[in-house]
């Protein structure tokens, strides 16, 4: 599996890039996988569910399943949270994985950029970014694309690893 992340201050346009580019290498006929990072806690669950119920009762994994989809929950219960490289190792193969988020990883990533957010790029302090979109022309010796440009930017990670 190819992986490539997308990674932004908060506001920059992570989560907009990163379902346009999901549907353009689809439409390319790759097949693709995401993995996202939240920095908050979160659920899947809703109180009062059999799942929900169970997860409460203290069962470790908890797995969904229907005719349409299957979720597999997993409760850490004060383990360490996961590496991104155990995380990889637990997805169907597919031809991409695209990871939002995970910006201290050593992976190769495309930096989601906009001039309102007030933030310096990270491109400048981490040479993992190997590009930036953005809403503005900010000042990078990295390659520069148009946030909204998406089919550049799918261009771009495609030639990267070689899909």
Do not use: C
């Given at each position: 599996?190819?992986?490539?992340?997308?990674?932004?201050?908060?506001?920059?346009?992570?989560?907009?890039?990163?379902?346009?580019?999901?549907?353009?290498?689809?439409?390319?006929?790759?097949s693709v996988s995401?993995?996202?990072?939240?920095?908050?806690?979160?659920?899947?669950?809703?109180?009062?569910?059999?799942?929900?119920?169970?997860?409460?009762?203290?069962?470790?994994?908890?797995?969904?399943?229907?005719?349409?989809?299957?979720?597999?929950?997993?409760?850490?219960?004060?383990?360490?949270?996961?590496?991104?490289?155990?995380?990889?190792?637990?997805?169907?193969?597919?031809?991409?994985?695209?990871?939002?988020?995970?910006?201290?990883?050593?992976h190769a990533k495309?930096?989601?950029?906009?001039?309102?957010?007030?933030?310096?790029?990270?491109?400048?302090?981490?040479?993992?970014?190997?590009?930036?979109?953005?809403?503005?022309?900010?000042?990078?010796?990295?390659?520069?694309?148009?946030?909204?440009?998406?089919?550049?930017?799918?261009?771009?990670?495609?030639?990267?690893?070689g899909l």
């Amino acid at each position: 599996m190819k992986v490539y992340g997308i990674v932004g201050w908060k506001n920059s346009g992570k989560t907009g890039l990163m379902e346009r580019l999901v549907a353009e290498f689809v439409a390319r006929g790759v097949s693709v996988s995401t993995v996202k990072h939240a920095h908050h806690v979160f659920d899947v669950d809703h109180p009062g569910k059999d799942s929900h119920r169970h997860r409460e009762a203290g069962a470790r994994e908890v797995l969904l399943s229907s005719r349409k989809r299957w979720a597999l929950m997993h409760e850490l219960r004060g383990s360490e949270e996961m590496a991104l490289e155990e995380l990889l190792a637990k997805l169907s193969p597919v031809d991409l994985v695209l990871i939002e988020g995970y910006k201290r990883d050593g992976h190769a990533k495309l930096e989601a950029h906009r001039a309102e957010t007030g933030q310096p790029l990270i491109a400048l302090e981490d040479e993992t970014v190997r590009a930036v979109a953005s809403d503005a022309q900010p000042d990078t010796d990295r390659p520069l694309f148009d946030l909204n440009d998406t089919a550049a930017i799918a261009d771009f990670i495609a030639g990267e690893l070689g899909l």
